[in-house]
């Protein structure tokens, strides 16, 4: 197999799992978003760290936090310490909508694979990831 062929291979996977996330309510970008701060620490629940994880500037990562705060999918504390900084948790309805996130249908296929699969394909897409 080509490389480009294995290219074109990881590309339309890439495809199936963006449009699996267009369910009518949730775009991809806030999916994302959703994923990110339901896993993040206490300390990097920011609009700043979504920024920095997605490697895109504040405003655009403030798109999609903005969209989920005004579906009622994050809701946005102020720092008891300082009052200026800001973290963001997922509401009931955010922890809701993991529930049937797009995204696991992925998870599902990788999770197909035995253990020596993953590692090596987890090693691979780290490999490329690094070179892109």
């Known amino acids: 197999m080509s490389a480009r062929e294995t290219a074109e291979l990881l590309l339309l996977v890439g495809r199936l799992v963006q449009a699996e996330g267009y369910d009518g309510e949730l775009s991809p970008a806030q999916w994302m978003a959703l994923r990110f701060f339901a896993r993040a620490n206490s300390f990097s629940r920011t609009p700043s760290a979504f920024a920095e994880f997605q490697a895109t500037t504040r405003g655009t990562a403030s798109q999609a936090i903005k969209a989920l705060e005004a579906g009622g999918y ?14 963001l948790r ?11 996130d797009p995204f696991e249908v992925l998870v599902r296929a990788v999770d197909s694979l035995d ?15 690094t070179t892109v």
Do not use: C, I, P, Y
């Open 90 to 100: 997922l509401t009931n309805k955010g922890k809701k909508a993991l529930a049937r």
């Open 74 to 87: 994050l809701v946005r504390q102020r720092s008891e310490a300082d009052g200026r900084s800001v973290t």
């Open 115 to 129: 253990a020596k699969e993953q590692t090596a394909m987890n090693h691979t897409l780290h490999q490329v990831l």
